[in-house]
């Protein structure tokens, strides 16, 4: 699951908790569907952030040297 429908899960999960006024439809209680979706959604954000987010992080290393050489020495 994505982030993208991670965020669809918590937006159609807090629509049906918080904003339908029906409360119940046929023997389900939409208002706990809407936790479930939401709890859901946040699960898989955080699932997702954790997963992917170390591989998009790369380590770039610059190495420098400097070579210091003295001008008395004949190989100079």
């Given at each position: 699951m994505g982030i993208g429908a991670s965020?669809?899960?918590l937006a159609v999960g807090a629509i049906l908790a918080f904003a339908v006024t029906a409360k119940e439809v046929v023997g389900l209680n939409i208002h706990a569907i809407g936790y479930i979706l939401m709890a859901a959604g946040l699960l898989g954000l955080i699932l997702t952030l954790v997963i992917w987010g170390?591989?998009?992080?790369?380590?770039?290393?610059?190495?420098?040297?400097?070579?210091?050489?003295?001008?008395g020495d004949p190989h100079y």
């Open positions: 965020v669809f899960l170390p591989r998009n992080r790369q380590a770039n290393t610059v190495v420098e040297e400097r070579v210091v050489r003295d001008p």
